[in-house]
């Protein structure tokens, strides 16, 4: 069994903000994959199915963000579940927006909910770093990430969701790269190779021109040039 961990803040005036995109990320998995409804467990929520031949859990703490090693640390417990088998999804200052990363293990570089799960349970796991740029200066960094994303960042966020909600089942195998790949074909598609290359222009052919043919015989030729 996997943990898939989601970080935000729980409730509907945090919903849409940047510092949200792990839970709607969870969102996403939950909802193409046919999981269990949303339940109250571990001070958060939860919601359980398959991801391929892989049974995952999916959680949601609502200890807001800052205590969220309280809910993954419960979770744990009761799953008796080794660290390595959880995977985190959280916002990335340090990506471009619809960037995403995956990492194991390493420090927490600063993010609150990262630093309650290393307070509580170590650097063991994985995450999956969602980029959401940075506002430029470190003092506007908390109004911007605690702020809604903004319409134009629907197009791009719609399609890194759906490449993570695809390539979910290659992560619960344990295959980074296919899900990485998965991901980068809806950010970054290729040039499609499938359209049909334009017909070449046939110029129109010239018609020959009649050749005439000269039946006259030698004598009549040469009595010609005389005339």
């Known amino acids: ?7 935000g803040n729980p409730g509907a005036k945090y919903a849409a903000n940047r510092h949200n995109i792990g839970f709607m990320a969870l969102d996403r998995i939950a909802a193409d994959h046919g999981f269990s409804p949303w339940r109250k467990a571990f001070q958060g929520l939860v919601s359980e199915g398959r991801l391929g031949d892989e049974k995952v859990a999916l959680l949601k703490p609502e200890t807001f963000m800052n205590l969220s090693g309280q809910s993954v640390q419960a979770a744990l417990a009761f799953w008796k579940l080794p660290l390595s088998d959880v995977t985190v999804f959280h916002d990335e200052l340090d ?4 960037k995403l990363r995956l990492k ?51 197009e791009w966020l719609e399609d890194l969701l ?29 040039r499609s190779s499938t359209s049909r290359p334009e017909a070449p222009v046939s110029m129109p052919k010239e018609t020959p021109k009649p050749v005439a043919v000269d039946d006259r015989s030698p004598m009549q030729k040469l009595l010609d040039k005389f005339r």
Do not use: C
Request: hydrophobic content about 40%.
């Open 95 to 98: 990506l471009a927006p619809g």
């Open 1 to 7: 069994m996997k943990l898939f961990v989601g970080l």
């Open 162 to 190: 759906r490449g993570i909600s695809e390539g979910a089942p290659a992560l619960a195998a344990g295959d980074g790269q296919k899900f990485m790949n998965a991901v980068a074909l809806r950010t970054a598609p290729p």
């Open 104 to 154: 194991e293990g390493g420090g927490h570089a600063g993010h609150n909910g990262l630093r309650s799960i290393h307070g509580h349970l170590g650097d063991g796991y994985a995450r999956v770093r969602l980029g959401i740029g940075h506002p430029g200066h470190k003092d506007a960094v908390a109004a911007y990430v605690l702020h809604d994303f903004a319409k134009a960042d629907q």
